[in-house]
């Protein structure tokens, strides 16, 4: 079955060098009926040269290499007329777009040859190198068609913002992060992880306790943020609050479901040797549910921290990244806007993977991480 699939992948890839690659050249050929500069016409020598290392040399790691190097300097070769002609699409010229069309090209093909041996390569290479494909694009799109920066800032403009911002937005993810979003979901999590042990173990509560902790999944979050203020007040604990609220149902859920999913056999096993209801939940209950508590975790560290940031914008000290989300788009101060958003975004992702790796760490035994090595 790998052997089928590895054979269809790299005949699609040479499928796809056979139709992309040719164009590449027939876009530079185009391009040439127009007068170029000296920078246009060397990015048009580097797309040739790597059109045709890609044409006649044959698919191999070290071919992909050269072909992703070689795009990267046409990359590079493609900001000069940039700034010799101010940045506007229509003083460069017809020929500079198909140079463009075909630098996207070879970027995607590059990619699509280095995808196959990215065990051979650092961890996150390919995917660091399609980041700074997308963020390169963008950077140069936003400024060829000089779109306006309360709509879209450039990447440029955003790294500035982070740097310039750098202390502010430290003090947002502290208020933030390491005081709302960690005790709310600490306490979220792990209250909805005990109260699933606890309906499992005493079945009345199931008939009774749950169908109320259902409610807490309906209530909407527009809703509570403002009552969680005139309870708790303008600073962290009314938003840990809502967080709390957020995250208490999907762990209670997960639990349940992953407390229910050992099998009848192993039940039976010690029932026979008379074991307590202690030691079957802690030698086969719990064990069987840490893949769905950890699948429960993981959903909500996303929406604890998004829970935090539109809950400050109900009322917040003058801290927090919801907080300053809100007040610089009122000031059309965009890129600071967008550069909170990075921060959240970056411990989003951090905390995601920080719950898969320690997941891995838990759940080795598990047949579905197992599989995964």
């Known amino acids: 079955m790998m052997t089928m699939s590895a054979s269809v992948s790299l005949a699609a890839q040479r499928l796809s060098g056979v139709v992309g690659l040719p164009l590449v050249?027939?876009?530079c050929g185009l391009s040439l009926t127009?007068?170029?500069?000296?920078?246009?016409?060397?990015?048009?020598?580097?797309?040739v040269l790597c059109a045709l290392q890609g044409i006649f040399l044959c698919l191999g790691l070290v071919q992909a290499v050269v072909l992703v190097g070689l795009s990267l300097l046409a990359a590079w070769l493609a900001l000069a007329p940039v700034a010799e002609m101010g940045g506007k699409l229509p003083a460069l010229g017809w020929a500079y777009g198909l140079q463009l069309v075909?630098?996207?090209l070879l970027a995607q093909l590059g990619l699509q040859r280095l995808a196959p041996y990215s065990?051979?390569?650092?961890?996150?290479?390919?995917?660091?190198l399609f980041g700074l494909w997308l963020l390169y694009f963008w950077q140069l799109l936003v400024t060829l068609f000089a779109v306006p920066q309360v709509l879209l800032p450039t990447p440029a403009a955003i790294g500035a913002a982070l740097w310039d911002n750098a202390g502010l937005l430290a003090g947002d993810f502290v208020q933030t992060v390491l005081k709302s979003v960690l005790v709310g979901y600490v306490l979220g999590s792990g209250l909805g992880v005990l109260s699933g042990i606890a309906i499992e173990r005493f079945p009345f509560l199931q008939r009774g306790f749950l169908?109320?902790?259902?409610?807490?999944?309906?209530i909407p979050l527009v809703g509570i943020a403002p009552i969680a203020v005139m309870w708790f007040g303008f600073d962290w604990p009314s938003k840990a609050a809502v967080i709390?609220?957020?995250t208490y149902f999907p762990a209670l859920v997960s639990?349940?479901?992953?407390?229910?999913?050992s099998g009848k056999l192993e039940q039976e096993l010690l029932h026979s040797y008379a074991a307590s209801p202690r030691v079957t939940l802690l030698t086969l209950r719990l064990p069987a549910a840490l893949p769905f508590i950890f699948s429960a975790l993981k959903v909500n560290a996303t929406l604890a921290l998004i829970s935090a940031i539109v809950a400050e914008y109900f009322g917040s000290p003058t801290?927090?990244?919801?907080?300053r989300i809100s007040a610089e788009a009122a000031r059309m101060h965009m890129p600071i806007v967008w550069a909170a958003i990075v921060v959240a975004s970056v411990v989003g992702s951090a905390l995601y993977a920080l719950l898969v790796r320690l997941e891995r760490r838990v759940t080795f035994w598990h047949p579905s991480i197992r599989g995964q090595g």
């Open 319 to 323: 801290a927090g990244l919801g907080f």
């Open 102 to 104: 075909a630098l996207a």
């Open 211 to 218: 169908p109320l902790a259902n409610l807490t999944s309906t």
């Open 25 to 27: 050249l027939v876009l």
């Open 255 to 261: 639990t349940l479901a992953g407390l229910q999913a």
């Open 119 to 128: 065990e051979r390569l650092p961890a996150g290479t390919v995917a660091g």
């Open 34 to 47: 127009q007068p170029l500069g000296s920078d246009q016409g060397l990015l048009v020598a580097v797309l």
């Open 244 to 246: 709390v609220l957020v």
